[in-house]
């Protein structure tokens, strides 16, 4: 790797050159099935030739002119996400952690504005929300903090999918004004909440006046099955983060916010210099169309569900096999041991999948996956597992 680059990444020793839909091509001319999606970034899949027409026609016609004027394809892009998400308003921000950012910035506007003085955030234990000072506070995991202390006041750590722990907060501290969290946790290793617990969280929030932030940034965008994951426990929550998938690979990211916190900002309270510029909103708009018209959750639902039963009916007994869960074309497998070797030989075979907290292989192919592609996907995984000594 080059001496150019700051040392942040362990990453694979593999280059990629191009792609097209769920497939990548390296430097060496090897093909790979891509069951990673750049992260959950590339949900269409890589090339979509909509998706680059649409680059291409707006590189050649406008790419920024700053939010010192309107921005057309900016209202159109929050008028999608504020349909799709039943939310009121949205801001336009370039990644996951700026939206996040903005969530955050709202939670505390509207505590202050209530009277708090020092308005307080619950965030949960394992969970992930970007790598800025304010989004690496809001998480329990010490290797992402060590050394980057003193961390960001005004937060609770609570335990994730434990409603009594927040009912406790909530009576403990008059000042809390927002609880934070993922839908589905992503980066922890896909961990899905057990039913009814955000149906909790909501009557809580209700309740005492909270407002209720969903982070779906790795969840959203049809990803689980739906437009975003928290429409699987039919609750509505008042703030909700987007971004990964959001524009296919072009960086961009949304909060989109209800009722008091929607109008929460007035000018000069937030910005950005490049948010929500015609290139990645145009390109956004484009994408929903196309998830749209595709019926992108449907097939996310079905391959899917398709895939995770095959995952259990090929692995249930192993015993090196801890779980197998997940929604949608968002399925971890998590072993008793290191799963890195499975990763390893999966490249070498051609399949590229990711692995986190070592012992979790975590799955995120695109939306767009068919059948004969899933299939490969689960052959070569399954038999990985079972062989792994
Ligand atoms: C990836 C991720 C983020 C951070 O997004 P960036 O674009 O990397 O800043 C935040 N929250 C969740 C749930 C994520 O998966």
Redesign the pocket.
């Known amino acids: 790797m080059s001496k150019y680059l700051m040392n942040t990444y362990a990453r694979l020793p593999v280059a990629f050159t191009h792609g097209e839909g769920a497939w990548l091509w390296d430097t060496e001319g090897r093909k790979y099935l891509d069951a990673v999606s750049g992260?959950?970034v590339t949900s269409l899949g890589h090339s979509q030739p909509e998706v680059a027409a649409v680059i291409a026609d707006q590189a050649a016609t406008l790419l920024h002119t700053a939010n010192l004027a309107g921005i057309p394809w900016q209202e159109k892009l929050a008028e999608k996400l504020c349909k799709h998400s039943r939310m009121d308003k949205a801001f336009i921000a370039n990644?996951?952690?700026?939206?996040?950012e903005c969530a955050l910035k709202i939670a505390r506007l509207c505590g202050h504005q209530r009277g708090f003085e020092k308005p307080l955030i619950a965030v949960t234990n394992g969970?992930?929300?970007?790598?800025?000072l304010a989004?690496i506070s809001a998480t329990d995991n010490i290797k992402i903090q060590q050394g980057f202390e003193p961390m960001v006041a005004g937060y609770i750590h609570l335990p994730y999918a434990d409603s009594d722990a927040f009912e406790k907060a909530i009576e403990e501290n008059p000042e809390l004004v927002a609880i934070l969290l993922?839908p589905i946790?992503?980066?922890t290793g896909v961990v899905v909440p057990p039913a009814g617990y955000f149906k909790n969280l909501r009557k809580l929030c209700d309740q005492h006046n909270i407002l209720l932030i969903c982070?779906?940034?790795?969840?959203g965008m049809n990803r689980t099955g739906k437009w975003f994951a928290h429409q699987h426990d039919d609750i509505l929550p008042d703030i909700i983060?987007v971004?990964?998938a959001l524009a296919n690979g072009i960086?961009i990211?949304a909060c989109l916010a209800r009722g008091e916190a929607a109008t929460a900002f007035v000018p000069g309270n937030h910005g950005s210099t490049f948010g929500g510029n015609p290139l990645s909103c145009r390109t956004a708009c484009t994408v929903i169309d196309i998830m749209e018209r595709d019926n992108i959750g449907d097939n996310a639902a079905d391959i899917g569900n398709w895939l995770q039963q095959g995952f259990k009916e090929k692995l249930a007994t192993d015993p090196k096999v801890v779980d197998i869960r997940g929604r949608g074309l968002m399925l971890a497998i998590e072993l008793d041991r290191s799963a890195i070797p499975v990763r390893d030989t999966a490249l070498a075979e051609g399949v590229l999948i990711n692995v986190t907290h070592e012992k979790i292989i975590r799955l995120l192919p695109p939306l767009i996956l068919n059948r004969q592609e899933a299939e490969k996907l689960l052959e070569t995984v399954s038999r990985l597992v079972s062989d792994l000594e």
Do not use: N, S, W, Y
Request: glycine share 18%.
């Open positions: 992260l959950g990644t996951g952690a700026e939206a996040v969970a992930f929300h970007g790598r800025t989004t993922e946790q992503g980066e982070d779906e940034i790795q969840a983060t971004a990964k960086p990211g």
